[in-house]
C-alpha cells in the first residue's frame, strides 16, 4: 500500500487544510456555475429578441431556439478548455489552472453584461456575444477537473465520494443563486425594466464573487498526490497523448455516463423557465421562485449521493439515480403541463431526486477510472464531452421538439432515451471504491 492512501491519525493541521479545499472547490464552482447558469436561463428569456432581433421579428419561436443553441456552442470549446487546463494541471498543479479559470469565466461573464445590442451594433452584437460565450465554454471546460480532483484527493479513506459530492454541489448553489438573483432583480425593477436593462445586472455581478473565490482557492494547497507525481518524476512526458492511446474507453464510457444527468439538469437550469413562462404563459417571476425552490432537492441529494457512494458503491448510487430520471421522464410532464405551479414544483423536484443521486458520486467514480499522471485530463475531458453530447444542446433540441410536435411528453421520450445510454454506460464500468489513488494505482 502507498504512503497516499496509509492509515493515520487526521491531525488538526489536515483536519483544516480539508476544509479550506472543500470551501474553496464548493465556492469556486458555485461562482463558475452561477456565471454559466446565468447565461443558460437569460438565453431562454432575454437574449433572443436582444440579440437576434431579425429573427425574433419574423419568428419568436425559431429565436428562442437559436439563443439556446448558443448555449450549446460553448460547450464545443469545452474539450478544448478541459485538453489544455488538464495537460497544464496534470503538469503544473490543479490550483494554478482552478485560479485561472475562474478569472478566465468571471471577466467573460461581466463583459456579457456590457454587450451591445443588436439594435445598436447590428450583426457584430451576436458574434460578440458567441465568442465571450465560447471563452465561457473553455473556461468550465478546466473548471470541473480540477475541483473534483481536488476533492477527491483530499479525502480521507472511506470518505472520497462524499468529499467529491462538495464541488458536484456548487451545481445547484450556481443555479439557486442564478434563479434567485434574476427574481429579486424582477421584484425590485419590474419585468418591463429587467427586459429592458436589468438582465445585464446579474452579469456584472460576476466581478465580486469572482474576486471571493479568487482569495479562497489561493489558501487552499496543492493536491498531496500531485505533489508526490512531482517528487517522484513519474509522469509522462506527454500525458494526453497516453490518455488517448491507453484510456480511450475509459474517456468515452466517462462522456456517456453523464449525458443523461447533464441533458436532464439544463431541462431544469433553462428550459423549464422558458417553457412555463413563455409557452404555458405563467409569470415568470412565479416561475424563477417555484425553479430555485425545487432545486435545492438538487442540492441535497447530491450530498446524498455522495453519502450513499461510499456506502453503497459508486455504480449502485448512479443505477438508483437514473433509474429514478427514467421512470419520471414521461410523466412528469403532465403535471408541468396542468400550469398548476404547485404541481410544477412537484416535477422538478423528483427530477432533482434522480439528478443529485446521478452527480454525488461522479467525482469519486471518474477519479476512480484513471491513473494519476493523466487523471486531470481523463476527467475533464471525458466530463466535456458528455456535456457535448447531453446538455449542451438540450434546452434546443426540447423547444424543436416542442416546436415540431406540440406535445412535451415527447420531450421526456429523449430524456428517456439518452438515460438509458448513461445507465448501461455505468453498468459496465468496473466499481474501484477505495482503491489506491496514489502513483502504484
Known amino acids: 500500500m502507498s504512503s497516499t492512501t496509509a492509515v493515520v491519525p487526521v491531525s488538526a493541521e ?10 474553496g472547490t464548493l465556492v469556486g464552482t458555485s461562482i463558475e456555475w452561477y456565471d454559466f447558469f446565468i447565461y443558460a436561463q437569460a438565453a431562454g428569456l432575454v437574449l433572443g429578441p436582444l440579440f437576434f432581433a431579425p429573427v425574433a421579428k419574423e419568428n419568436p419561436g425559431l429565436a428562442t431556439i437559436i439563443s439556446f443553441a448558443t448555449i450549446g456552442i460553448s460547450f464545443l470549446f469545452r474539450p478544448l478548455g478541459a485538453i489544455v487546463a488538464g495537460h497544464l494541471g496534470d503538469r503544473l498543479g490543479r490550483k494554478k489552472m482552478l485560479v485561472l479559470t475562474l478569472i478566465l469565466m468571471g471577466a467573460s461573464t461581466a463583459l456579457i453584461g456590457v454587450l451591445p445590442t443588436y439594435a445598436q451594433i447590428g450583426i457584430a452584437a451576436p458574434i460578440m456575444l458567441m465568442l465571450l460565450r465560447v471563452l465561457q465554454g473553455f473556461s468550465a471546460g478546466g473548471e470541473w477537473g480540477g475541483a473534483a480532483l481536488m476533492a477527491v484527493e483530499h479525502a480521507p479513506k ?11 454541489i456548487g451545481v445547484p448553489i450556481g443555479m439557486i443563486l442564478a434563479t434567485a438573483v434574476l427574481w429579486i432583480i ?18 456584472l455581478f460576476s466581478i465580486a464573487l469572482v474576486f471571493v473565490g479568487w482569495v479562497i482557492r489561493r489558501a487552499v494547497e496543492e493536491s498531496p498526490i500531485f505533489a508526490e507525481l512531482q517528487a517522484r518524476k513519474a509522469e509522462s512526458s506527454a500525458p494526453l497523448g497516453q490518455l488517448f492511446k491507453k484510456n480511450t474507453k475509459e474517456v468515452v464510457l466517462a462522456a456517456l455516463i453523464f449525458i443523461s444527468n447533464n441533458a436532464a439538469g439544463y431541462l431544469v437550469i433553462a428550459f423549464f423557465i422558458s417553457y412555463l413562462s413563455k409557452t404555458l404563459g405563467l409569470p415568470m ?7 430555485a425552490l425545487a432545486s435545492f432537492g438538487w442540492l441535497i441529494f447530491t450530498l446524498v449521493g455522495g453519502y450513499l457512494g461510499d456506502k ?14 427514467l421512470l419520471w421522464a414521461i410523466p412528469m410532464w403532465f403535471l408541468i403541463d396542468s400550469k398548476d405551479l404547485g404541481l410544477y414544483f412537484i416535477a422538478a423536484f423528483v427530477l432533482t431526486i434522480g439528478l443529485g443521486l446521478s452527480y454525488g458520486p461522479q467525482a469519486a467514480l471518474y477519479a476512480e477510472m484513471f491513473p494519476p499522471h493523466i487523471r486531470y485530463s481523463g476527467v475533464s475531458i471525458g466530463y466535456a464531452l458528455g456535456t457535448i ?12 421538439i416542442l416546436k415540431s410536435t406540440g406535445q412535451s411528453w415527447h420531450i421526456g421520450v429523449y430524456l428517456a ?24 494505482a
Open 285 to 291: 417571476p412565479s416561475v424563477l421562485l417555484t425553479t
Open 389 to 400: 453530447l447531453g446538455g449542451a444542446f438540450a434546452p434546443m433540441i426540447s423547444e424543436a
Open 186 to 203: 424582477q421584484q425590485v425593477i419590474g419585468q418591463q425594466a429587467f427586459l429592458e436593462w436589468g438582465w445585464r445586472l446579474p452579469f
Open 312 to 325: 453503497w458503491g459508486r455504480k449502485r448510487t448512479f443505477q438508483v439515480g437514473y433509474t429514478i430520471i
Open 417 to 440: 432515451g439518452i438515460t438509458i445510454i448513461s445507465l448501461i454506460a455505468v453498468s459496465v464500468v468496473k466499481e474501484r471504491k477505495d482503491a489506491d489513488l496514489g502513483v502504484s
Open 14 to 23: 489536515r483536519r483544516r487544510e480539508q476544509r479550506k479545499v472543500l470551501a
Open 158 to 168: 472511506g470518505k472520497r465520494s462524499w468529499f467529491g459530492a462538495f464541488p458536484q
